[in-house]
């Protein structure tokens, strides 16, 4: 049976080694689903870039009118816990 020391190493060691090389599969795998295996292709980027760029607007126009909903949602809750 091996003795706990040792299975900590091995167990530093596995996390050590295997956690970069599990990210780096999962980085190229994602840059092959995405269509551009080299992740050199300039018209894709800028193309990624203008993607980005919308859904970012989007993200924050969404957060914009949820902010509003909450505001709204605390004056109710205020005026109800005031009267």
């Known amino acids: 049976m091996l003795e706990p020391e040792m299975i900590t190493g091995i167990a530093i060691v596995a996390i050590v080694v295997g956690l970069p090389i599990i990210c780096g599969t ?5 840059k092959i689903i995405r269509g551009d ?3 050199s292709g ?3 980027r800028h193309q990624s870039g203008r993607e980005e760029a919308q859904i ?6 969404t957060l914009s ?3 509003k ?3 709204s949602l605390e004056t109710i809750v205020l005026e109800k816990h005031s009267r």
Do not use: F, T, V
Not at 26 to 30: D, Q, V
Not at 56 to 61: A, E, F, G, K, V
């Open 42 to 44: 300039r018209k894709n």
């Open 65 to 67: 009118r949820l902010e």
């Open 37 to 39: 295996p080299s992740g």
């Open 26 to 30: 999962l980085i190229k795998l994602a």
């Open 56 to 61: 970012m607007q989007d993200i924050n126009s």
């Open 69 to 71: 909903r909450i505001d």
